[in-house]
C-alpha cells in the first residue's frame, strides 16, 4: 500500500474515465469535495478511496461514470446479494437472521449475478451468511469481473492462503472482515461463537498476506458505543494493529424485531458526530491513522451527502430470491424466481424514491405495526406500507443529480 496523491488519483480517474469530463459540473464539483474526505491509497496497481466504490482507475469506475454520471441511466449502481443463508455464527443484529425460504441453486445465483451487473451494478457485495461456506465462490465472483468492483464480507472462517489468492485472481477487490470489539471475550459474547475473533484476526492477515486485495475490518455497533468516540477510536487504533487498510462502520440498524424500539435508533445529531469525526480522522496523516480510513456508512447516507439511495441506486437480492432496496430494508418486490430482476427493480424504483435520511431509521415503526412475524415484508404488505409512508427532501449529491429539491 502507498498513499497517492489527490491531484495524481484525480489524473488517473480522468485518464481511464474520460466521461469524467462530460458529468454535469454541479456534480463534479460535489464529488470532488467528496473524494477528497479520503486518502487516496494505491492497492493491487488500482486507486482506492475506500471499500464501497470502485477503484478510481478501474474499468468498473469508468462503467459507472458513463452509466450512472452521464447516461444516467435508470438502475442501481450498487448492489449486495447473499450467496447463502448458512453461518457458524449467531448474531443478534444480522439483518438475515428472520429470513427463510428455499436457497437460490447455484445456476439461479450465477444468473442473479449477471443480472444484476448486465443492468447497470458497478459495485457488487458478496454477503451472508458465511459466503466462504459456498465451494463455487470463486466462480460466482468470476461472473463479474472487469464490470463489477467486487467485495466481500465475511467472518473469515473458512479462510486459508490458498482460497484467497482464488478469490483475489477470479477478480475480487476487496474484503470486509467482521470483528465489532477489539476485546475478544466482548466479540464473541456478541457473535454467539467463541473462537470468532481469532477466526476474523487471522482471516485479515490471510487476505493481506494475498496481496493485491483491499482488506478492511468491519463493526457493527449498538446506539451506546456509537456515541462513544474515544471507542471508535480505540476500535480504529486496533484495526491500525492488524494492518489492514480502512474500517467500515455502521451503527445496528432496526431490521428485526429485537430492535424495533427508540433507544436502539442513532439519531442525526449522533450521525452527524460519527460523520464529523471521520472526516477528522481522515484529514490525518498516514502515520496518525496508522493506515487506516474510517468508512462509516452513516457518512455516505446522511443529507449532507448521499442520502438513502435504497431502492434506487442500492438493491439487495437475499439467498432465496428476494429482492429488497438495501441489506436493512426487511421489504420485498418480489422474487426473481417469478420475474427478471430488471422488471422488480423498475417496480421497486417508482415506489422508493430516494430521500436525504436513511429509510429504515426512520420507517422502522411502520415496518413492526405491518409485519405479522415473518421477513421480510412480501410484496402486498411492502405496498401496503409505503401507502403510508412520505418520502422526505432530497440529499445534497440528488439535488445536484436531478436538479431539483424533492
Not at 429504515?360 to 412480501?378: C, D, F, H, K
Amino acid at each position: 500500500m502507498s498513499a497517492v496523491h489527490p491531484l495524481a488519483a484525480l489524473a488517473r480517474a480522468v485518464v481511464r474515465s474520460p466521461a469524467l469530463l462530460r458529468v454535469r459540473p454541479s456534480v463534479s464539483a460535489f464529488l470532488v469535495g467528496y473524494l477528497r474526505k479520503f486518502p487516496a491509497i494505491e492497492v493491487g496497481g488500482r486507486v482506492v478511496l475506500h471499500s464501497h466504490l470502485p477503484a478510481l482507475d478501474s474499468p468498473a469506475y469508468a462503467r459507472f461514470v458513463r452509466l450512472h454520471l452521464v447516461d444516467r441511466v435508470a438502475a442501481p449502481s450498487h448492489a449486495q446479494i447473499a450467496v447463502t443463508n448458512a453461518c457458524p455464527q449467531r448474531c443478534p443484529v444480522c439483518y438475515n437472521r428472520d429470513r427463510a425460504g428455499t436457497p437460490l441453486t447455484p445456476a439461479e445465483l450465477r444468473s442473479a449475478i449477471d443480472q444484476l451487473v448486465s443492468c447497470g451494478v458497478v459495485w457488487l457485495g458478496l454477503t451472508g451468511g458465511e459466503p466462504l461456506l459456498r465451494r463455487d465462490l470463486t466462480d460466482l465472483v468470476a461472473i463479474g469481473r472487469g464490470r463489477a468492483a467486487l467485495k466481500l464480507f465475511t467472518t473469515g472462517m473458512g479462510a486459508t492462503p490458498t482460497l484467497a489468492a482464488e478469490l483475489r485472481d477470479a477478480g475480487l477487490s476487496s474484503v470486509s472482515v467482521s470483528i465489532d470489539h477489539w476485546d475478544e471475550e466482548t466479540n464473541d459474547r456478541g457473535r454467539g461463537l467463541a473462537g470468532a475473533w481469532r477466526a476474523a484476526v487471522d482471516a485479515a492477515e490471510t487476505f493481506l498476506a494475498a496481496g493485491g486485495l483491499h482488506v478492511g475490518i468491519s463493526a457493527v455497533l449498538p446506539r451506546d458505543q456509537m456515541r462513544g468516540v474515544p471507542e471508535i477510536e480505540r476500535l480504529l487504533s486496533f484495526a491500525g494493529s492488524l494492518g489492514v487498510h480502512e474500517l467500515w462502520l455502521s451503527e445496528v440498524k432496526p431490521t428485526v424485531a429485537s430492535l424495533w424500539h427508540e433507544d436502539a435508533i442513532v439519531t442525526d445529531t449522533e450521525r452527524r458526530a460519527v460523520a464529523a469525526f471521520q472526516d477528522g480522522w481522515n484529514g490525518r496523516t498516514s502515520a496518525e491513522r496508522r493506515g487506516v480510513t474510517l468508512n462509516y456508512l452513516g457518512h455516505f447516507e446522511g443529507a449532507e451527502h448521499f442520502g438513502c439511495n435504497a431502492g434506487q441506486k442500492m438493491v439487495y437480492v437475499d439467498a432465496f430470491g428476494n429482492v429488497s432496496p438495501c441489506v436493512f430494508t426487511p421489504v420485498s418486490f418480489g422474487n426473481l424466481r417469478d420475474q427478471p430482476i430488471a422488471a422488480i427493480l423498475a417496480s421497486m424504483r417508482n415506489r422508493f424514491p430516494t430521500e436525504s435520511c436513511c429509510f429504515i431509521n426512520r420507517n422502522w415503526g411502520l415496518v413492526a405495526e405491518v409485519s405479522q412475524g415473518a421477513l421480510p415484508l412480501g410484496r402486498d404488505q411492502t405496498l401496503a406500507l409505503l401507502e403510508r409512508v412520505r418520502f422526505g427532501p432530497l440529499s445534497a449529491f440528488n439535488r445536484r443529480y436531478f436538479g431539483r429539491q424533492h
